[in-house]
């Protein structure tokens, strides 16, 4: 039997199964590498051709693999199984080249080549305007709380807020920092349970921008349609972090988008910005260089060493994206997705709660409750068991949570609807 080495476990696309029996326990000891004598150099040839692990990526995995489960998580959350094993493939030796994309220099060709294929595949995506920049940064989107002002406004600039959720409160509270923010609606009376009329804002004139949070992960309430916003520059900020490109997005009618990309895009530590080139320059003088949004324009987002793996991550998910025939497509699986839930939910003559209003209910996470709380432990503990897992809601709200994002396969959110029904059925 053939010797297994550390290059053909990281080549070859295998379950991480099948990759955890391939190896040999004692060739991970502490002390193997720094004792062994040195190997001769080898030629490793690559079971994939360049040709094919440069083509576009095809979803193929409706299900997935038996060694994986169901992931409900919020975020991190999960990925195309595609893309994962994409990414596997090209982990060791990325194309090629020699090397992993965890070892390039930020500023090689290699990598010069994965940013700019990732923001060409994702203006793609969302028909982005040549007058924006995009740019890939890190410290979630909760830097951006800060970032936004502090580039947008002087400090006795006033700002409008609506706050529909956990997140866009703690927007407001950041910008209290570096300018004068005010809340012009908040749904905090009502839990955070909907949206409102955008006939009734009363916004102001001299506001610098309006910012919204368009789908509130924890609480799942998702802006259907957009405010105008009444203020001189027209600007209207969106954290777009639990519903980016889950569905087409006019981003002309956007002074900047933000997101964090560990929803629907790519692992966590990516924070993407699109701005309106005219908003750049503007900081203030206090802005740390690293939230100066010129900054990274004018150094395409490579100022410093940004988050390059999980870059490359995104570019693969953005492929595959385009692959399923863009976001009018996604938009539709979403759809689907979201409606066979909460009808569930809707028809289990209350067993199962939902309390957003209906119009405004979130594509992409979805809280729901139980009549009987104290069954909601046993609950999430058999769905466990059922491979379906991260379902308990957000520790501020209690019951439980299904965030089905672009990644979700319906196959996984058919199981858990017929889980849902299977367990009414024994606790009704």
Request: charged share 20%; aromatic share 8%.
């Amino acid at each position: 039997m053939a010797a297994t080495t550390p290059q053909s476990i990281f080549l070859k696309p295998t379950s991480a199964k099948a990759a955890a029996s391939s190896i040999n326990p004692s060739s991970l000891a502490p002390n193997t590498l720094s004792t062994s004598k040195p190997q001769k150099p080898c030629s490793i040839k690559c079971a994939a051709t360049a040709h094919q692990i440069q083509d576009p990526i095809k979803p193929t995995h409706p299900l997935p693999s038996e060694d994986r489960v169901y992931n409900f998580a919020a975020g991190p959350a999960t990925l195309p199984e595609d893309v994962l094993l994409r990414a596997q493939s090209e982990l060791y030796n990325w194309r090629g080249c020699g090397m992993s994309v965890m070892e390039m220099s930020h500023r090689g060709k290699e990598f010069s080549s994965i940013i700019q294929k990732a923001e060409s595949d994702l203006r793609a995506l969302l028909e982005i305007p040549d007058d924006y920049a995009v740019l890939f940064l890190q410290g979630g989107a909760t830097t951006q709380f800060a970032a936004v002002p502090l580039n947008l406004c002087s400090p006795d600039d006033p700002v409008d807020y609506i706050v529909t959720g956990s997140w866009g409160d703690k927007a407001f509270k950041e910008a209290q920092k570096y300018c004068k923010p005010n809340v012009i609606w908040s749904g905090k009376s009502e839990k955070y349970t909907k949206i409102p009329s955008f006939d009734d804002l009363q916004q102001n004139s001299d506001a610098k921008y309006l910012h919204i949070c368009a789908n509130e992960t924890i609480h799942g309430v998702e802006f259907k349609d957009y405010p105008i916003p009444k203020n001189k520059g027209g600007i209207l900020i969106a954290d777009m972090s639990s519903n980016f490109c889950s569905k087409p997005v006019d981003v002309s009618k956007f002074g900047i988008i933000y997101a964090g990309a560990q929803k629907n895009v790519g692992p966590s530590g990516v924070t993407i910005v699109i701005i309106r080139k005219d908003l750049l320059g503007n900081a203030q003088g206090i802005t740390p260089v690293m939230l100066d949004y010129k900054t990274h324009a004018d150094n395409s987002s490579l100022y410093n060493t940004p988050p390059c793996y999980g870059i490359y991550m995104c570019g693969l998910v953005f492929e595959d994206l385009l692959a399923q025939g863009g976001l009018k497509e996604v938009e539709k699986k979403n759809q689907k997705k979201a409606e066979i839930l909460y009808q569930e939910i809707d028809g289990s003559d209350g067993f199962f709660r939902c309390p957003v209003e209906k119009s405004v209910r979130s594509l992409m996470n979805v809280p729901f409750t139980l009549a009987r709380p104290e069954l909601e432990a046993e609950f999430i503990k058999e769905a466990a068991k059922e491979s379906m897992v991260q379902l308990k809601g957000h520790r501020s709200v209690g019951g439980m949570r299904a965030s089905i994002y672009n990644a979700m396969p319906l196959s996984g959110v058919e199981k858990l609807v017929a889980f849902m029904k299977d367990f009414q059925a024994r606790h009704a």
